[in-house]
Each structure stands twice: as structure tokens, then as C-alpha cells.
């Protein structure tokens, strides 16, 4: 065997050897990344499925709902709510700057369960022409009727919130209820510690910083 192609030949054969082994390198070590993701979202639990959230997002596309926001807004949520409900009209507030920086989009889906006029105030909210307007004022009066005070709701009017309380039947036990879907699209319903506001005014900042945390979670999907 010559010389020189002798030594070609080891030449080849180690810079074979050293490709081949850098590509193992480089896919074991693009798998390790791949796996060291996985165990790092499922972690943060954002893999696992909420059953419960899952039941409720699918029930949210039998509802009437009232739009609040830009629709390609950045975060996106649903709450269900009742007109008379004291935290409902806290949140409410505390998420309008978030809506009006468009940085929130809110689903409001109506129930009319706590108080004898809510189902009225429901249907008022449901109907009106300026629904978030409607909102606004309900929430702060317990009168029957605020908007319009000889309001008397038809059938039609009725079967809107009556379609709500069908689709959300045994699903709710209490109001609100926060639901929005995480970086991967998994449903998730919002616990009470994640939204705790409190009123008045020595309260913003801490209101602030609680809301922006959650909204980290929330993805710009419905």
C-alpha cells in the first residue's frame, strides 16, 4: 500500500469519526434541551389538562356573552358573572385600565342568580345597544331596573339568558369565574388568591402588581 494514501486513509477515517461524533453531540444535546422544556413546563403544570376548565371553555361557545376590548388584544379571558355581585364589580374595575391600554380582551358571560333583580339586570346588560355602558351602570345600583325603567323584557330577550344558565348548568357554584388559556392553549380556570383585589384606592398598587403576575399566564387565545 503506498505511503501517502496510507496515510489519506487514517486521515479520512478520524475526520469521519470526529463528524460523526459531533453530530451525536449536537442531537444529544438538542434532546437534552428538548427534554429539560418538557420537565419545565410540566412543572409549572401547564401541560396537565383541567378537566373542569375544559368543560367550561367548551360550554362558553353555547353562550351570550358581552365583548369588552379589542379582540387582538394580547390576553384574553372569559368571566362569568352576576349584575349584583360585589367582587365581580371589583374586578371589573380593577381590569378596565388593562381593556383601555389594550392589552386585555374580556368575554363577560352573565348569570342571574344572587339577587331577585339580577336575571332583570342580566337581561337589561344583554340587550342594551351600549352593553359595557349597561354594565358599568348595573353594577353599582341593586334597584330592579336602571337602564331603562320601564324595561320588560320579551321572549326573545329572555331566551338569551336562558341559553346561558342551560349551557352552564352544574358547572358553576359560584361567581366570578376567571377562565383563560395558558402559553399552550390548555384551559385553565383562575383561583381566588391569583385575582384577590381589594377596594380603595391605598389598594391600586398591590392590585397592580397581583394582576399583572396572572396575566403572565394568560395567552392572547380564547
Request: charged residues 25%.
Amino acid at each position: 500500500m503506498d505511503k501517502n494514501f496510507k496515510y489519506r486513509l487514517i486521515f479520512l477515517v478520524i475526520f469521519v469519526c470526529i463528524v460523526i461524533g459531533y453530530a451525536f453531540y449536537d442531537t444529544s444535546s438538542e434532546y437534552k434541551s428538548i427534554i429539560s422544556r418538557q420537565l419545565e413546563l410540566q412543572n409549572r403544570g401547564l401541560l396537565d389538562n383541567d378537566l373542569e376548565a375544559e368543560a367550561l371553555r367548551k360550554a362558553f361557545d353555547q353562550t351570550n356573552y358581552i365583548q369588552q376590548g379589542l379582540l387582538e388584544s394580547p390576553h384574553k379571558i372569559y368571566i362569568i358573572f352576576d349584575p349584583n355581585c360585589g367582587f365581580c364589580s371589583i374586578l371589573f374595575d380593577s381590569l378596565e385600565p388593562y381593556v383601555n391600554a389594550k392589552k386585555l380582551s374580556i368575554r363577560w358571560v352573565p348569570l342571574g342568580i344572587l339577587h331577585e333583580t339580577s336575571i332583570i339586570k342580566s337581561l337589561e346588560i344583554l340587550t342594551a345597544e351600549e352593553q359595557i355602558e349597561a354594565l358599568k351602570q348595573s353594577k353599582n345600583n341593586k334597584a330592579r331596573s336602571l337602564l331603562y325603567r320601564q324595561y320588560v323584557p320579551t321572549e326573545k330577550d329572555i331566551e338569551l339568558l336562558k341559553q346561558n344558565h342551560a349551557a352552564l348548568d352544574g358547572l358553576v357554584k359560584h361567581v366570578p369565574i376567571v377562565l383563560y388559556k395558558n402559553e399552550l392553549g390548555r384551559a385553565r380556570i383562575a383561583g381566588g388568591s391569583e385575582l384577590y383585589m381589594r377596594q380603595g384606592a391605598e389598594f391600586e398598587h398591590s392590585n397592580s402588581e397581583t394582576l399583572n403576575k396572572f396575566l403572565n399566564k394568560v395567552s392572547d387565545k380564547w
